[in-house]
């Protein structure tokens, strides 16, 4: 009996160790589509090369998402489903030129985003002490929404022709380049910092960038702060 409950606690333990990594790795890899990928596509003049990588490091960043946040058999069915077909359009959109399924890449990209997103939140917002692998995933969470909003920065201006303005030397909406114009647009819209380069002219892009810049100062000053003060107070004897 005694044996059964040790052996129990260690496979728990092991079980958190492995989704505490995962989650530090799927925060290494959101850092690294942001200020790694971004000034790479924008020297690489190969479009195949470009799609390629955008395809690996979204599919890296949802299977992370999926392995780290999911456990139940069914609810990874469910998402491990969504992440193939999300990935699946995205090939099929890019190696056949179908210009229509591309609207549906970027919605399916944009699901699977929020649906992951509410589960790294339910995560740092569980009960128990206050761990680094907590904040960790809050900044993932926070990297994340900037992701999701590109995705819905791209959507928009895929079903609303002339949304957003862009700069003179902006690529065509059918480059793989232009994701990571609305990363960046994303990114400084989040942090409040708007260089004005690109601005959302539509209603509907001029609600979205509102309501990110609301989450953007939102979200640091009630969660992550709280998190921290929470972990310097009781966190570091939790983490030993």
């Not at 939140?121 to 904040?135: A, D, M, N, S």
């Not at 909406?173 to 910092?193: A, E, G, N």
Request: hydrophobic share 55%; glycine share 4%; aromatic share 12%.
């Amino acid at each position: 009996m005694i044996g059964e409950k040790i052996e129990s606690i260690f496979r728990y333990l092991t079980q958190v160790r492995s989704d505490e990594r995962l989650l530090t790795w799927l925060l290494v890899a959101l850092i690294f589509d942001i200020l790694i990928v971004y000034p790479l596509v924008s020297v690489v003049s190969s479009v195949i090369a470009i799609q390629i990588m955008n395809s690996l490091v979204i599919s890296v960043i949802f299977l992370l998402c999926l392995f780290a946040l999911t456990h139940s058999k069914i609810t990874r069915m469910v998402f491990g489903g969504m992440v193939v077909i999300a990935i699946s359009v995205n090939l099929v959109s890019f190696i056949f030129g179908v210009k229509w399924l591309r609207g549906w890449d970027t919605l399916l990209a944009l699901a699977t985003a929020i649906a992951f997103l509410s589960f790294i939140l339910r995560y740092v917002y569980k009960e128990g002490p206050v761990t680094r692998h907590r904040i960790r995933a809050a900044v993932a969470a926070y990297l994340l929404i900037a992701m999701a909003f590109a995705f819905g920065y791209h959507l928009i201006s895929f079903l609303i022709p002339g949304a957003i303005n862009f700069p003179s030397k902006a690529p065509n909406i059918d480059d793989p380049r232009f994701q990571h114009i609305f990363s960046y647009f994303s990114v400084t819209t989040l942090t409040t910092l708007g260089y004005g380069d690109i601005i959302p002219v539509h209603p509907f892009a001029r609600t979205l960038a509102m309501m990110e810049a609301l989450v953007g100062q939102l979200y640091p000053t009630i969660l992550l702060a709280r998190l921290v003060s929470l972990y310097v107070l009781h966190g570091p004897k939790s983490d030993k």
